[in-house]
């Protein structure tokens, strides 16, 4: 073994979680906004369409910073991008807690969906530096669970900690604990040698650079999950409400149940990539098809349920919509990456990100509106599944999958 390669194995998992923990961190104040919801929604005055409006925010940043904050990493580096990117968060998420009113909250969540756009790139680049090609797929899975990693122990602590703390100390004890790992982070991290780069860059097939990014060919894929995304940032953001206003839930039960469909997403996102590799041979376009129509049935089935319902019945349609809706962004990971080509991977996935930004910047708050003007979550789920069926036939139609080479 030489040198190069024992360097690598000595610490390329251990640098992958690292990354995946940063995201675990990071995505707890993301989630933080959803899953403390039914604590500071009357305290603060507020309608459902402006608690998906903190949403919104957060995402929104997301879309105007992600290009920028990819061009940064690059020049940067790993290391100080994130610590950049875990300060910026901590000081905003816990400003939080000082909301008199909806917009301090909503600035506060804005300023930190801009430090939150920071961690993405750097934690891809992360894994493009240390992995070889032929475990970056399955590297950048176990990194993107850290998301819905972050969910599901939000979910899981933050209620208990209201109880203790309340939901301003709440926040702040996110902020806090982004604010610290962000030097953790940049203390523990170690950029490659220029070796082990070396022979990444030689072990990796060379792909065609002069040929332009064919852009539509991979709009129906970015227009497709940008649905996905809204059916997905919907039911984590009013989840919490639905199950307290319309099936009888306390304030902590409704937030604890939020761990469940964050515990289905974690586990879908490595299971549908699986699936997508071993049985169906690489394809990624039905897989997201069969994930799609499966979240419409489960979609239609959540909006049938009533304060009489069987709870194990709710639960695991909760779990499943989480499995489903929450847990397919790995196959249209890599969907976007084949369909672009390596060398033009991280533009591809900036223009993606950007679009599925946006949509659910305008579409988780339309989710909300829908419920107060109609009193109705069950119209909102409907709204959701008729959504969801139209990315699918988009995708059906108009998605030309990239041709698969052995």
Not at 234 to 261: C, H, V
Request: proline residues 3%; positive net charge.
């Amino acid at each position: 073994m030489s040198p190069v390669t024992a360097e690598r194995n000595n610490f390329r998992w251990a640098i992958l979680a690292l990354i995946s923990f940063s995201h675990i961190v990071g995505a707890s104040a993301q989630y933080g906004i959803s899953t403390l919801a039914p604590f500071y929604q009357n305290e603060l005055g507020l309608s459902r369409a402006q608690v998906g409006l903190f949403i919104s925010a957060f995402y929104l940043a997301m879309t105007g910073a992600s290009f920028g904050a990819g061009w940064l990493a690059d020049r940067m580096g790993v290391g100080r991008t994130t610590l950049q990117g875990h300060l910026s968060v901590g000081v905003c998420i816990g400003a939080a807690a000082l909301a008199p009113s909806f917009a301090w909250a909503f600035a506060c969540f804005f300023l930190s969906g801009l430090g939150y756009a920071f961690l993405n790139p750097a934690s891809t680049k992360g894994v493009m530096a240390w992995f070889y090609r032929d475990e970056r797929a399955t590297a950048m899975g176990i990194k993107q669970t850290g998301v819905p990693a972050g969910g599901f122990f939000t979910a899981l602590l933050a209620a208990p900690l209201v109880l203790v703390i309340g939901w301003r100390g709440a926040f702040v004890a996110l902020g806090i604990v982004n604010f610290f790992f962000g030097f953790v982070f940049s203390y523990l991290w170690r950029e490659p040698s220029r070796d082990v780069e070396s022979e990444a860059q030689q072990r990796d097939r060379p792909t065609e650079n002069t040929v332009p990014l064919d852009v539509w060919g991979f709009l129906p894929a970015s227009f497709g999950t940008a649905i996905f995304l809204i059916g997905q940032m919907s039911l984590i953001t009013y989840l919490p409400l639905y199950l307290k206003e319309s099936m009888g839930f306390t304030s902590y039960w409704a937030s604890q149940a939020l761990a469940i469909a964050q515990g289905g997403a974690m586990i879908g996102r490595i299971g549908w990539g699986v699936a997508s590799d071993r049985l169906f041979g690489g394809r990624r376009k039905i897989v997201l098809i069969i994930i799609g129509l499966a979240s419409v049935a489960l979609m239609a089935g959540l909006s049938l349920m009533t304060v009489r319902s069987p709870l194990p019945l709710l639960l695991a349609i909760v779990f499943l919509l989480g499995l489903c809706i929450v847990g397919y962004q790995g196959v249209s990971y890599a969907l976007i990456g084949e369909l672009a080509g390596t060398t033009r991977t991280g533009v591809a996935m900036g223009l993606m990100i950007t679009i599925n930004a946006a949509a659910a910047t305008l579409g988780t708050p339309l989710v909300g509106y829908i419920v107060d003007r109609t009193g109705s979550y069950a119209l909102a789920w409907q709204f959701l599944a008729g959504a969801i069926i139209l990315g699918c036939v988009g995708m059906t139609v108009f998605l030309k999958e990239a041709r698969r080479t052995v």
